[in-house]
T-cell receptor, first 114, second 114 residues
Framework: AQSVTQPDIHITVSEGASLELRCNYS??????LFWYVQSPGQGLQLLLK??????LVQGIKGFEAEFKRSQSSFNLRKPSVHWSDAAEYFC????????????FGAGTILRVKS | DTGVSQNPRHKITKRGQNVTFRCDPI?????LYWYRQTLGQGPEFLTY????????KSRLLSDRFSAERPKGSFSTLEIQRTEQGDSAMYLC????????????FGSGTRLTVV
């Protein structure tokens, strides 16, 4: 089955510390990969996306993600977390087999402690 | 460009009642999507329009659900005979035809069925 797995339901990091959120996908062909962020009661905002080319992708708010085909992963990273980064983060996959829709992981809630 | 607008933001209804939500996409976007997000889960695809044509429906969209986009602009999602299991956040997104997965999400409508 084609799916997206985010193994960590909650992560807590100290402000200023580095962050890595994990995402693994199961997809037969070349995937299109996305990270979205959602603040409480809000819609989803795109952080970054990977379609092809350079496997290290830069996004907004200082986030980056690396596509590793051999590990079927697309982990999100940030070198120094700010309190305003506290939110829920969703990894998503799209591709030809999905048509125009995205399949989302269950999300990871990030808490930032001062 | 005021983004994707969804109304109402919150709806509380009694089981068995009908509810209707509205989504106003970004004006130049001809693609419109509905997703449902339950607590602790990522968004799940419900249906997709290109202009006024409903091109895809998920099997999650039971007979009690209907969506329309009559003039290729705003869209409505109606749920008849609501059940407690319908309680969720209903998210709308729009995208331009020529930008793959160029989603802009609205802030969602939170439905609570009591």
């Amino acid at each position: 089955a084609q799916s997206v797995t985010q193994p960590d339901i909650h992560i807590t990091v100290s402000e200023g510390a580095s962050l890595e959120l994990r995402c693994n996908y199961s997809y037969g062909a070349t995937p299109y990969l996305f990270w979205y962020v959602q603040s409480p009661g809000q819609g989803l905002q795109l952080l970054l996306k990977y379609f092809s080319g350079d496997t290290l992708v830069q996004g907004i708010k200082g986030f980056e993600a690396e596509f590793k085909r051999s590990q079927s992963s697309f982990n999100l990273r940030k070198p120094s977390v700010h309190w305003s980064d506290a939110a829920e983060y969703f990894c998503a996959v799209g591709g030809l087999e999905y048509g125009n829709k995205l399949v989302f992981g269950a999300g990871t809630i990030l808490r930032v402690k001062s | 460009d005021t983004g994707v607008s969804q109304n109402p933001r919150h709806k509380i209804t009694k089981r068995g009642q009908n509810v209707t939500f509205r989504c106003d996409p970004i004006s130049e976007h001809n693609r419109l999507y509905w997703y449902r997000q339950t607590l602790g889960q990522g968004p799940e695809f419900l249906t997709y329009f290109q202009n006024e044509a409903q091109l895809e429906k998920s099997r999650l969209l039971s007979d009690r659900f209907s969506a329309e986009r009559p003039k290729g602009s705003f869209s409505t999602l109606e749920i008849q005979r609501t059940e407690q299991g319908d309680s969720a956040m209903y998210l709308c997104a729009s995208s331009p035809f020529d930008v793959p997965y160029g989603y802009t999400f609205g802030s969602g409508t939170r439905l609570t069925v009591v």
